[in-house]
Each structure stands twice: as structure tokens, then as C-alpha cells.
């Protein structure tokens, strides 16, 4: 009873601070729309890592500080492919000539010039979603030699020792980055069918302009609910996943039914890294990737599993969702006024309050991570 | 000595060696040698070696001694630095009321999140403490810029009161120090090419931290001590003696609390200044690596990984390539760029990565840190099953 | 008057009566075995008692004061230490220190911040501590490391560690499982030898006929949750209800 109960109460909690606080808006309704609307994409981000987390935590019972990292090098991979298209020949053109009299130099990417300007053009303008094919074999084979190489050998450690090898392991993977991509960020932009805004208030009977939202920010929350729903499937209705809910219920009697844990595992891992990874191909027009936002975003992730429920993926996801939207509820200017700061510590705050009046988190399982 | 059994009583005296002399020892080298670079005697990094070291020192007895890992711990060191400069600006530019004011007021921080955080253990502790330290730091950042003044960070300004110093005289800023003994003022020694300076401000802080470490040696030999172990190896059995771990461990996070704002104290005391960034959570991470590699639950293993840190944190930093070149210079020029390129994203800027993959490689190899890296070679060489240095599973012989 | 009195004690989980009321007293200064089939709910009532498990319903006094509702370490400053199936023993430090730690908790009742004191100086607590290893011969391995001794020693270990803070009740659970005869045997005088020594009163549960009927003066068996007799050992042996007890166990 109680287990469904308490998100309820939290949403309601949820709504009644939109509420409370827009009183003095005009419309209320599309206030609450817009900012339930802007904390789905951070929501989505947030839901996606901590549900790899939990899949990592859940089977192998390891607690993978680097996972953010992941996050962060999905980024990356599509940072790098858009350098990649970028690739230009550098041809002196002798009909136009820069301030020095000389030939002026032009630069054509080799994909313009391989499928002519169209074609190579708009390759080079959906760079973002091409990095989804680019970034997923990687993705998981990053992922098969990092559990393989590193974390096999933490399943019998204490916890302490897994998130201080994997908390190096971030460090290593940021500086990394780091060094061959730089301190700034880099922007990334997505194509550009997406780049204006929908008015969405428009839809719903608003005056126009009321609730505006970005085309790619849909396109995100659809991704990584197609992305969610994917995971949630593999995991209902295959062997392999079955498999794998069993071992996350149970670990050692899995062991015992003779079934090669091993290298599912190392699947599972695979699996985690490439949805973390995905979820930041799919981040970067939304956020400029720099080298420490894996760091970022792992505090806030581990908060949402904590949240969620060690152990559940529903609750993770639910909780990534909730505290997404939770966030962008908090950094509205009338619930600042009213609790100052609050934008900045929500998230703990919820994560403070939940792990002291219900350990388990909103879904948390019986017998996982217990004292 | 001191209520020391012989072997505590001498790890004492080399650390107090070692402490009071860091000025000759950490300069091996003449100032115009080419090997001067690996000289750290200058006041400003042997200072942050020893308060490092304290912060250490404390964390230690939280995560060595009770197993309860803190991931939160650069929350105290912040406040007892931005505690530090307020009484800096309010009360008097005497460190001395400062530092009480700083450990005081870290204890008292120590004491809420602990009180909250310590009702959950293994992970669950180490999320809650990280939780509580991203909100403070945030908390710094934002809402509390009026008592840390944002971004910019906490600084001494003309127009502070002071109410215990007399009238400033002249436009400069006034300088922290000890009853008059400015803690800037040094003195330099020239010998024959090799230079040594001391410093007020380094010798502070030495003595405070062998007076940290002593205390931390009583601690770890006191039947408190032993509770706290207790705690780490089997808290059930505990609570079937009779006795309940958390009073127990709530006063070991309050210690290596103060020892935190000690710290923070000592370190804004030397420069007055405080920013938000002292918190942040990349700096837990530093204190928890420190002690993992000296030796986590071991005496000195907290001072050597603080020592081990900054030295190589100063010295990589301050390596760039052109330095490397000149090391490489007898290999033909081909081998030398090839050695130069792969070194190249260790040094300088690269410390971090440097520092991450030192992380990983004690964590895999070696749980027990430097102190049992020591302790292996030592048993390679005596090749005999003998006492284990000076790790905590201890003999407790009578004093005699 | 008994100086643990069980009365109506009901524990169940979920579907499953574990405890079905449970009435029994334990006088002063005997050694109470209690038998029965594997999930006759010995254990559980050894939980109830010791703060582990709370019962559904019932009371369960000892010298006049309840222990239900109560934490492990308060119950065990009242006065009842207890002995567990696998050895419950602070593995990672040496074997005086473990001996040590319930002398201080014995002396300092629950929390006290004694950080300034050593360990060596504390004469009267080492030679307390001294003194237990001693009359269970386990001097010679005071500086051993507690978790690489054998099974048998780290169980007297933890008896040592009972023993010393002086209970009034000692509950034993299962002290003797896993053991060759001759450390079976060697158990069954340690424990005649300190009964002998000192006021103590025993709660045994036990699998092995031959320590149950060397030891115990009362004997209750359980089945189903329930205590079926009660009586002393040669009355217990020749029992209709016992063999039916067992017999319906191996039926």
C-alpha cells in the first residue's frame, strides 16, 4: 500500500509547490506545463543514467562511480563525429582572393566532397543522431573491456573499495577527455528541422507564446522514453533479461542454477554503458559537453537511485523524472523568492528526507543494501 | 613518554623530526642546480603539507578507524576556513582565536550531519554526507553570499571592524598572526649555495599538526579507539556487549569534523581567503585519497599520502615539456619526442589524470596503501614473519 | 519464581506461526536445555529474547523486568549475554582486544568517550581480560589475529567474551554444532566447570543429544512453535510425546 502511495504524495507535494507559488501568475495551468515540460529533459538524462546504475548495481553489485563518465563520453563520441564530418581539404581557390592578394584557401569537407554539397551538407547538419550509431558499438565494447579489465575483479571487494577504484577510473576517463578535447565546452548543435521551438501552449487552448518548447528537447524526452521502454522490454521479454531480473531479485541462487553469470554479466555492463552513453549523444544540443558535466551529472544520478530505490528500475526512473521536473519547479523566480536557494539544494534536500523516512526509497526492494 | 608505548613513542619523534626540520630536508638541492625544481622547502607547500596532513589526520579516525566513508568531509574544512575569516574580519587578526572559532564551528556542522547522516551506514552514508556537502557548497554559492561572498570568495577588507586590534594604521591590509608574530615573516638561511627559509606561518602549523598527530595517537590506543574499531570489524557483536555504535561513531565524525575545520582554520590563516570551491566534492575525494594511499586505519599513513599528494600535485604541475626535453636530451631526437609525447599528458595540466590513475592502481594493488607498500618490502628483506609496523592490530604489551 | 519468565509469546511471519504461545520459566542457576525438531522455533525465541526479533504478542520478563521492545545492548546490560551459531567475534582484531571490549562496555555501561586513556594503562580491565582467556586456555593466543582462528577456537573466544561481563543468563545457541567429539566433549566440562564457579543461569538449545542430557537439569522440548514438555532429562528420555515429537520429524 504504502509503496504506492508515497510517489502520489510526492507528485501531489510536487504540484502544490507549483501551485502555491504561481498564485500570483495570470495562468497558473501553463506555468506548472511549462516547467513540468523543462524538467523532463534534465528528468530524462537523470532517469537514463540512474537506471544503468541501478542495472550495474542491481546484478553485478557494484556501485560504479563512473558511470557519469559514461554519460560524458556518449557526449563525446558525438563531439568527435562532428569533428569527424568537419574533416575538410583545404583547395586555394584562384578565382576569389583574400586581403593579401593571394588565392583564397576554401575549405571543403571531404563529405561535401565525396556526395556532393547536398547530401555531405545535411550529413554533416544530422551529426548528433548519426552519433547514436557511432556511439553505441563503442559504447558497449568501452563497456565489455571496463568490466572485463577493472570491475570483475571489485564484485568480492567491499563497497568502499568499488566506488574509490571507480571514482579514479571518472577521474582518469575526465582528464582524459579532458586533454584531447579541452577545458571548454564544446558546442554541439542538433539539425536543423529541430532548431526552433514548438507552441505547445497553443495545442492545450494557451494564448500563444505562453508555453514554448524546444523541438529538440521533445525530441530528447522521446529518445529516452523509446530508450527506457526498450531497456524495460529487453528485460520482460527476453530469455537473457529474464535472466537478469531473477539475478537482481536473487544473486546467488541464480548462481546456483548452473547458468553462466559471467558473461551476462559483462553484457549487462555493456548494456548499461551504452544506454548512459546514448543518453549523452542525445544531451549534447541541449547542453554543450565539457569534460566534467559526467561528474555532474553522477551526484545527482546517485541521488535519484538513492531515491528510487536501490535496486528498482522503475523507481529510478520514476525518481529521475520526478526530481527533474522537481528542479525545474524549484528554479522558478516566484519559488525563489519565496525559499531563497532552494533551486540549488532540492535535490538533496528530497534525497535527505527520503533516505531518513523511508530507506528504501520510493521502490526500493526488501533485503537489497540493507543494514 | 606521554602515556606513548616505545614504538607510538618513536613514530612521534620521527614525525616531529621530520615536521621540524622539513625546511633542510625538503631542500636537498642548491637553488642553482638543475634538480632545484624537486626542492618543496618553501614555506607556502610545506604549509599545505601539514595542514593537508590534519585533514588527513582527522579523516582518518572517521573512515580508518569505524569503516564509515565520508564523502562529504571538504564541507568542514570550507567552514572552518570561511569561520576563520570572519573572525579574521570581526574580532582580531591573532590566528589564535580564529582557529578555536573555526574548530568549534566545524564541530558543531560535524555534529548535525552526522546526526542525520550517521542513522544510515555503508553507502547510504557515503550519498548522504556527499549530499549534504554539494548542498553546502551550492548553499555557498547562492543564498549565503552574504556571509560568503559568492564566487569571489570570502576576503579581509579595510573597513572591517576588528574590535580587539588597534586602529590600522596606513592603507594595507593587516596580516594574520600569532601575539605580533606576523605569520608571513620568515627568515632565510644561505649555505653555500643551498638556501633554507622558515617561516612563522609553516612552524604553526607544524606544531599543531604534531599536536594533531599525537592526539590521534592517543585516540587510536584508548579503549574508545578500540570501540570504534569494534565498530568497523562487527557492529552486531557490539550491539550484543551491551554497547550501542552510534554515540560512538557520531563522536569519531565530530572529531575528524574539528580536525576538518582545523584545517580549514590553519589553511585561512595563512592566506586569508575563503571560497566555495574549498567544498566541493572533488575535494572530499582528495582527503579520501590521501589517506587510502598512506594506509587507511594506520598512524602515519594519513601524513605520508598528505605529503606524498601535494608534493607530487607541486612538483608535476610545475614540469612542462620543454623540461622534459632537457631530461630526455641524450636519446636521439626521434626516441626523445616519442618519450616526450607520451609523458607529456601526465605533467603540468595533466596532474589530475596522473593523480586518478594513482588512485586506481592503489586501490587495485594496494588496499593497504604506502604504509603497506613499506611493510611488504620490509618482509622481502627480513624474510621473516614479524610485528606488523605500525598498522593498528596492535600489541597491547603492559607498559613495562 | 523463575528468573526468565515466558508467558503467551506469539511470533509469526506472514503464513508461517513461528511461535505459537510459548510459555516457559527458567529458574535461577540452572541449565535449561531446549530441544526439538529443526524449525520448532528455538531460535526464534532466542531472538525474541535477546532484542533481535519482536513477538506479536506476549511478555517475556527477566528478573521481574520485560525485555521485549527493548535494543540488544540494553538487554544486555540487564544481564544477558548470548552465544551464537556461528561465531560472532570482532574478526579483525586480536584476540585480547576482543576479550577486552566487553570488560570496557561491562564497566562503562553504554557510551563513554575514555579517548584519552590507553589501553595498556587499564590494568584491572587487562588482567580481567587476562584472567577469562586463561580459565579457557586461551592464554598462549591472546595476540592472535581472531579471525584466523579455527572454528572451535573463535566459539570459546566468544564464550570468553560472554563470559567476562558476568551474565546472570547465558543463552547458548547450538554450542557445540560443527564440532569434532573431543571438542564436544571439552565444551561440556568448560561449561560444568564455570556453572560450578560462579551464579549463572544457562539456556541451551542444542541438537546433540549426549551435551543436552551432560549439562542440562531441565529439559523443554518444542515442535511446531509450541513447548511441548517440560521436565527434567531422566523423565524427558523415556517420553511418549518426545518420541512422537522426533519419530513425526523423521516420518
Redesign the interface.
Known sequence: MTEQTCPVILAYALVLVGTGASHRMAGTMDAIILQILNGLDKGAAYALIALGLTLIFGTLGV?NFAHGALFMIGAFCAVALQALFNASTVTLDPTKLDFLGNPAKVETPYLVSWFGPEMGASIIDWSVPLAILFAFPIMVIFGFVLERG?IK?FYK?P???Q???T??????LQ??VK?FFGANPIPTSAPDVFRGSLDFGVWLGFEANAIIYPYWRLVYFAFAALLIASVFGFLQFTTFGMVVRAGMADRETVGLLGIDIDKRFTLIFGLAAAVAGLAGVMYTPILSPNYHMG?DFL?LS??VV?VGG?GSLPGAVLAGFLLGILQSFASMNEVKSLI??ID??II??V??II??SR?RGLMGRKGV?E? | MLGLNRKDAILLLIVAVLALFAPFILNPFPVDSALAQFNAGYPDLMQRFVIFGIFAIGFNILFGLTGYLSFGHAAFLGVGSYSAVWMFKLLSMNVLPALVFSVVIAGLFALVIGYVSLRRSGIYFSILTLAFAQMSFNLAYSVLTPITNGETGLQLALTDPRILDSAQVGGSLPVTSLFGAEMRSAMTLDLAGWSFTFSVGYYLCAIIMLIAFYLSVRLFRSPFGLMLRAIKSNQQRLNYTGLESRPYTLAAFVISGMYAGLAGGLLASMDPLAGADRMQWTASGEVVLMTILGGAGTLIGPVLGAGFIKYFENIFSKINESILHQWFAFLPDGVQDFIVMILYPFIGKGWSLTLGIMFMLVVIFLPGGLVEGGQRIARLFRRTKTTDGDVVSTKTKPAE | MGILEIKNVNKRFGGLQALGNVNLTVMENTVHAIIGPNGAGKSTLLNCLVGKLLPDTGTAMFDGRSVLGKKPHQINQMGISRVFQTPEIFADLSVLENVMIPCFAHRDGSFKINAMSSLMRERDMLDKAEHILEDLNMADKRDMHAGSMSRGDKRRLELAMCLVQEPRLLLLDEPTAGMARADTNNTIDLLKEIKAKRDITMVIIEHDMHVVFSLAERITVMAQGTPLVEDTPDKIKGHPKVKEAYLGEAA
Open positions: 556501485v577493472l575483479h571487494r563497497h568502499a573499495d566506488i574509490l577504484v571514482f579514479g577510473l571518472a577521474i582518469v582528464e582524459i586533454y561528474m551526484v546517485f541521488v538513492v536501490m531563497p536557494g540549488q539544494i538533496y534536500l534525497a535527505i533516505l531518513l530507506p543494501m543494514e
